[in-house]
């Protein structure tokens, strides 16, 4: 089997056995009282890039994570241990040079009422949250234009920090052998290109693999890879403390199941009853605390 294949193979592994998602399952979308009714009425949903989301270890953490893989890869081969540091500078350097991948992420949670969701994502716990139909939402993301190499990725984020080194281990030690194999004078054009293929599954599925502090947000995430952000409209807005930019996605109102509003919510949800006429709005079980 070739390069090519095998990390195709193991991508294959990855998403079926990690990464997807069950179709059958609800999602939930967190936000304030004053974003839901822009959301419902505009049938839009915004989708920010990562660099404005609340985790600081974005793109971070994924590398703590491929460091400690590669020094227990040198522990287990008759690779000289003083190349440690070769390895981390051509994989930072690769790494960096691939990231204008600039991802646009839309945050979803599979915890229907989470009192740490209510407190992280709405204004002092006040909000709603939408719960989407699965299959209608990933259906309605997917038909906004996608073109050329632009790509529309979903999937769960993984927390477990045994688990992420299982998705990461196999081509993190391909990168080591290319680079390896370059350094002992091997066809380097070849090695070249499989380096970029490792580091670019890497990039990828980094975006699924989350700092375990986050655990609690159970989350599910919709990803825009390669997005031509000479060519599409992007917004701006400051998100906790840092300007960022969003990009506007069109949905279809019939992919909501129904609104549940958060245990302090007091405040009513105007919605459009010829779009929502029969739509469910529930209120939080969790106890309000004073």
């Known amino acids: 089997m070739n390069f090519s294949s095998a990390l195709k193979k193991h991508t294959q592994y990855v998403s079926e056995n990690f990464i997807d998602i069950d179709e059958s399952e609800y999602l939930y979308h967190y936000t304030s009282t004053e974003n839901i009714n822009n959301i419902l009425n505009g049938e839009e949903l915004w989708v920010t890039h990562i660099k404005g989301l609340n985790d600081m270890t974005e793109g971070v953490y994924v590398r703590t994570i491929v460091l400690e893989i590669i020094n227990e890869f040198l522990e287990t081969t008759s690779l000289p241990k003083k190349h440690y540091q070769g390895f981390i500078d051509v994989f930072n350097r690769g790494y960096d040079s691939a990231q204008p991948f600039s991802p646009y992420v839309l945050s979803l949670s599979k915890n229907k009422d989470s009192l740490n969701m209510w407190h992280s994502y709405t204004e002092i716990g006040s909000g709603v949250n939408i719960e989407f139909n699965y299959n209608e939402i990933i259906k309605d993301l997917m038909n906004f234009s996608i073109k050329e190499d632009e790509l529309c990725i979903f999937g769960n984020c993984i927390y477990d920090k045994e688990t992420q080194k299982e998705i990461l281990r196999y081509p993190v030690q391909l990168f080591v052998d290319a680079v390896n194999n370059i350094w002992t004078n091997k066809d380097g054009h070849i090695y070249e290109n499989q380096i970029e293929e490792a580091l670019s599954f890497i990039q990828t599925f980094s975006v699924f693999i989350k700092n375990p502090s986050f655990v609690y947000e159970e989350e599910a995430r919709i990803v825009f890879l390669g997005i031509n952000e000479a060519k599409i409209k992007k917004h701006n807005k400051v998100s906790y403390n840092k300007p960022t930019t969003y990009i506007k996605i069109p949905f279809n109102s019939s ?18 009853n010829k779009k ?9 079980t969790i106890p309000m605390r004073y």
């Open 276 to 284: 929502y006429g029969d739509l469910k709005i529930g209120k939080s």
């Open 255 to 272: 992919s909501i199941n129904s609104l549940l509003t958060s245990p302090s919510t007091s405040s009513s949800i105007k919605i459009d």
